[in-house]
């Protein structure tokens, strides 16, 4: 069974950063793309970026240029590198995994991921 686990969430000052860590088990990683979504209270699951089995990234406008996905494959592990972080990026972050190629009309798409972790709360404060 497929096992996702996020760490690394907290609290801080616009500016800030913090990195994410989701770790894998239950199964081959490196046969998975990989996605970081996050949700607000009220709004939609939003896909934030997506690392895929080859490697290639995608990433969300509002993140792009202060956001980076990575993946440290023997670790089973995809880290999300969030740097400038601002009062709109406060959010409960999600890991997945997907069994799909992922592209660039996909990676965004909740429906593609077929496992998620219970997520880690992401806040900034202004």
């Known amino acids: 069974q497929v096992q996702l686990v996020e760490s690394g969430g907290g609290s801080v000052q616009a500016g800030g950063s913090l990195r994410l860590s989701c770790t894998a088990s239950g199964y081959t990683y490196s046969g998975y793309g990989m996605g970081w979504f996050r949700q607000s209270p009220g709004k939609e699951r939003e896909g934030v970026a997506a690392?895929?089995?080859?490697?290639?990234?995608s990433y969300a406008d509002s993140v792009t240029g202060r956001f980076t996905i990575s993946q440290d494959n023997p670790e089973n592990t995809v880290y999300l590198q969030m740097n400038n972080l601002a009062p709109e990026d406060t959010a409960m972050y999600y890991c997945?995994?997907?069994?799909?190629?992922?592209?660039?009309?996909?990676?965004?798409?909740?429906?593609?991921?077929?496992?998620w972790g219970q997520g880690t709360q992401v806040t900034v404060s202004s």
């Open positions: 997945a995994a997907s069994l799909f190629v992922l592209s660039a009309d996909s990676w965004y798409s909740p429906e593609e991921y077929t496992s």
């Open positions: 690392i895929d089995s080859d490697g290639t990234t």
